[in-house]
């Protein structure tokens, strides 16, 4: 069936905005096939969701519109690829530690190239990086997945016989390092003239106080760590964020004088974050739990997993409780009783293996990231100086932290050889510390914040990192040396 020139020329004009397929319709076709037409009128449609929608066919053109989410996936999965196979073949660095280093490397070699009048591939990182909310992307998105899959691997026993010690760590340790640091960042700041106000530094203090459980996670996997100090660590990591939160958000509502912050105000925040958290986890774990009992279908229950880490974290944030220990009590009841009494053992290797997956594919993406962000940085001469000195300053106050509650403990409890000084250096900063201090408002304090947070992260992953296993290493074998020469002495 052909169409007439007249209504196939009235009907390209209704559709045509300047597509170069109509155009040709209408100086070129005289009889048009109704197939034809199809064809055409399905490409102008989506010819006009291009522009309805801001969006483009060939993105890498489309400078200053934000770049779309599945190119920004398949960006940084590629990256992750590629580095992860070089890692494997060339470096045999832990993945996490290697592929941020790869990263950082190929950020540095871009801002070369920029210096020496070739931005255009480091332009379009620039682009992709500034369409991406870090913030958003890991604190609301990525960090449900991370928190829920390393819960799962928590020995529950284990935890509950360190629960004095991880309870004092992320409470009195994070915010006794909060005001520690804030106090000596001020004056870092008045060496540099960043001209920050103590309230500012006291916010840098809430932010790279905390230790990463993501970062802290990544790297135990290989420290060769005993269980019991494994458990310390990772335990302080996975419940230090809701403490975190909750001095963050005071102190940030300090800053911006919006509203009067009082005792009653901080303990209804702490009482709502941290116990709503805990409460609400245990009831999206029971309810999980009874799910998974009731049928026997892997690919079921994975989903089910999958809604309890998505959906329970979307109800949990709107509900101003703390999603991040929502999740981890979820993944703690699921990872152990929801193991043991409401899984098959196929289940369990299938459950095992997605969430492994899950976690490592996360992890490469997100150590990328990380290390792409060094592109968009302010690299201030004074921020970086201000950065390195914030590094021992950082170390100090977790030494402090750590070491005062642990030396009270003592009396009441052993702890293993070196305890101290391996938690203090085994307290690794990570995204969280970047995405909080990228989501404070828009100015020369932020950026100043933002370069010295990237600084103290980057030092703590690849130099903590890396030296983590090593350290625990030396400090057991000194151990046995010291056990040795107690049996001889007896």
Known sequence: MNLSFSTSTYLCSIFNTGNPFFIACLTTQINLPL????????????????????????PIQAQGKPMQIFHIIAILISLAAIFSWINHRFLHMPTVIALMTIALVMSLGLITLGKFG????????????SSIDFNATLLHGMLSFLLFAGALHINLEDLAKQRIVIGVLATAGGVGATFLIGIGFWYISELFHLNIPMIYCLLFGALISPTDPIAVLGILKTAGASKSLETKIAGESLFNDGIAVVVFLVIFEVALGTKTVTAETIFHLFAM???????????????????LKKVDNYSVEILITLAMTTGGYVLAESLHISA??????????????????????STREHLDTFWKLIDEILNAVLFVLIGLELVVLSLDQNYLLAGLLAIPLVLTARLISVGLPIGIMRRFRSFSPG????????????GISVALALS????????????????VVVFSILVQGLTLAPLIRAKASRAEVELERTHLDS
């Open 35 to 58: 197939r034809d037409l199809a064809s055409l009128a399905t490409r102008q449609i989506i010819y006009l969701q291009g522009k309805i929608f801001d969006t483009t066919l060939h």
């Open 118 to 129: 070739y931005p255009s591939l480091g332009s379009d990182i620039d682009w992709m990086l």
């Open 273 to 291: 974050e941290v116990l709503g958290g805990i409460v609400y986890g245990l009831l999206l774990g029971a309810v999980g739990f009874w799910m």
């Open 324 to 345: 991040p220990i929502a999740i981890v009590v979820a993944g703690l009841l699921i990872g152990n009783h929801g193991r043991k009494l409401a899984m098959s053992q």
């Open 419 to 430: 305890v101290v000084s391996i938690l203090t250096w085994g307290g690794l900063r990570g």
């Open 440 to 455: 404070l408002p828009a100015g020369e304090i932020r950026n100043a914040l933002v370069t010295v947070t990237y600084t």
